[in-house]
């Protein structure tokens, strides 16, 4: 098997819970305007937690952001998975 990187970054699936935000805040023009990886990079960030409390705060946040013209999530750390089902803390889980 040969895995080589792909010269494009596929168009991220938006969550519902983030879709809906955006179509309310009336911000699918600025969604948009950004690179498919900075969408993914706001995907990330706001996927990066069980917390619902803390998912909406990251929605709201971004769509605010959004709204200001900040084209990516400040403070996020790429290097780290964010897949909290095999992540915790963006540290990978240990499997036995």
């Known amino acids: ?7 494009i970054w596929i168009e991220p ?3 519902l819970d983030f879709k809906n935000s955006l179509d309310a805040a ?5 969604w948009d305007k950004i690179t ?3 969408r993914w990079e706001w995907i990330r960030w706001i996927r ?3 917390n619902p409390a803390t998912r ?3 929605i709201d946040a971004a769509c605010s952001m959004l709204e200001a013209g900040k084209k990516r999530p400040c403070c996020f750390d790429l290097s780290r998975c964010t897949e909290t089902h095999v992540s915790k803390n963006g ?3 240990r499997l036995n």
């Open 48 to 50: 990066f937690t069980n």
């Open 13 to 15: 699936e938006v969550p």
């Open 26 to 30: 009336d911000l699918q023009s600025q």
């Open 56 to 58: 909406q705060k990251r």
């Open 1 to 7: 098997m040969v895995v080589e990187p792909m010269k």
């Open 36 to 38: 498919t990886k900075a």
């Open 91 to 93: 540290v990978l889980l």
